[in-house]
């Protein structure tokens, strides 16, 4: 599969890691100034950054900053084992999220918070008139999903979810160019919001498992 700019941009910081530029221990830059040095969104280096401390190479501080760990394992590329998956099929990333993110979705209807909600539905809604524009949402999409996984509180598949995330967003990318994707997603983007804003975990359950499904029969035929 063809890199994304997400990917790039992973495998772009691990460099720094790597080589030193960034060397353990130390406080990383600004989300702004890593955008305008790689130029590349916001959005796309905090997701990036995220992925790295799901990989236990850097501790993102809330009211501190981000930081390398120092950790000598960090000598080491962390990538290694992803791009050990480089030829894997969309089918099978597909699968993958059938079997993780409808739980998640219906943990994050019982145990996001108030904020959180209010958060996914600005996503979705933001989605839709991105859609409308014909404009690239797929920073938002990733952000939608990722805020789902965060919001249901359950670390280990949170973690189970972020060790394949760089292919999940090349994944992503892929599944919105199928014929009427686009617009299905961000249709089921706020149906999922409702039903979490609701707090229906079964139905948002349903959604989530629709949606990933809408998208693998639709690469199966």
């Known amino acids: 599969m063809k890199k994304t700019a997400f990917l790039t941009t992973v495998e772009q910081l691990n460099k720094k890691i790597i080589d030193g530029e960034w060397p353990p221990g130390s ?48 000598l080491e590329d962390p990538t290694a084992n992803l791009k050990e998956l480089g030829d894997i099929s969309l089918v099978k990333l597909l699968e993958a999220r059938l079997l993780i993110e409808p739980v998640l979705a219906g943990l994050s209807a019982e145990r996001a918070t108030l904020t ?50 760089p292919l999940l967003a090349e994944g992503r990318k892929q599944t919105n160019t199928l014929p009427h994707m686009r617009t299905k997603a961000s249709n089921f983007h706020i149906l999922i919001a409702i039903a979490i804003e609701e707090r229906h975990s079964e139905q948002a359950k349903q959604l989530m498992h629709f949606h990933i499904n809408d998208m693998l029969e639709a690469l199966k035929k």
């Open 116 to 165: 959180q909600v209010k958060q996914l539905r600005e996503l979705a809604d933001a989605m839709v008139h991105q859609m409308e524009e014909g404009g690239p949402f797929l920073d938002t999409d990733l952000s939608f999903h990722r805020l789902i996984a965060e919001s249901a509180q359950h670390p280990v598949l949170l973690r189970m979810l972020e060790s394949i995330y």
């Open 27 to 74: 406080r990383i830059p600004t989300l702004q100034q890593i955008s305008k040095e790689m130029e590349v969104s916001v959005t796309t280096i905090r997701e990036a950054l995220r992925t790295l401390e799901s990989q236990g190479n850097v501790s993102i501080e809330h009211g501190r900053g981000m930081y390398v760990r120092n950790d000598p394992l960090l």
